[in-house]
């Protein structure tokens, strides 16, 4: 219902999906793409074919939009095909994905080659990475690129770790990270680094299962 409002899920802040959600149940009522008002009765109007499988692979949707006497208006496939990519169907039959071929300045298909790249040069992984990635874009768009990824893992890392809730689904789960925060942010430092040297794995596991719980509860 948000992306037919014409939101985005980078965009769009998660703490007022739940608000607008229960806007547009109550209204009955949705702004197509912020353009256009239509009326939607969810259940009638919204219906998913949850058992229906694609031709091209199972990780598939098809869109179809009917007027208001139920005639198909436009229809259209679209697959994800591994790596965060979208295709449509057209390119889905046209073998569009291939493996990018494009020449770096540092090749390597492993851990081991990278390593050896890194000691052979006197370069830091990251060093090397960001070189790599240089072929692509200007370094400015990557460091801009990585300070967005980092900001919105920090997000979800911090609201995970203040939501208190049970996770959609019939199961009844309840969220475990804000306890877990809890807990270790009331071990005082001195003590921290003295008495428990697993700490830092705590607090990575904490961070792994608070944004685990912040996805299931998007869904």
């Known amino acids: 219902m948000l992306g037919l409002e014409g ?38 109007h919204l219906i998913f074919h949850r058992r229906q499988t694609l031709s091209y ?4 949707m098809r869109f179809t939009a009917y007027d208001d006497n139920g005639k198909e208006i436009y229809s259209k496939v679209y697959y994800s095909v591994g790596g965060g990519f979208v295709v449509n169907e057209e390119a889905a039959n046209a073998d569009r994905i291939k493996e990018d071929d494009t ?12 390593l050896g790249l890194c000691q052979q040069y006197d370069l830091s992984i990251s060093q090397l990475m960001l070189e790599n990635e240089k072929t692509w874009r200007s370094e400015q768009e990557i460091r801009d690129g990585l300070w967005k990824i980092w900001e ?23 969220r475990r990270a804000v306890e877990l925060y809890r807990k270790l942010s009331s071990k005082p430092d001195d003590d921290l680094v003295l008495h428990d040297h697993l700490i830092v794995t705590d607090w990575v596991n904490l961070y792994a299962l608070a944004v ?5 509860a998007a869904w």
């Not at 300045?105 to 851990?111: D, M």
């Not at 685990?212 to 299931?216: D, G, I, L, R």
């Open 57 to 60: 692979r199972s990780n598939g």
């Open 103 to 114: 020449r770096l300045p540092y090749p390597f298909k492993s851990a081991a080659e990278l």
């Open 212 to 216: 685990n719980e912040e996805n299931a």
């Open 152 to 174: 919105v893992m920090q997000e979800c890392v911090h609201n995970g770790c203040q939501h208190e809730s049970v996770l959609p689904g019939g199961m009844k789960v309840k």
């Open 7 to 44: 939101e985005a899920p980078e965009s769009i802040d998660p703490n007022i999906i739940p608000t607008k959600l229960a806007q547009i149940r109550e209204a009955g009522k949705l702004s197509l793409l912020g353009l256009r008002e239509i009326e939607l009765e969810e259940k009638k």
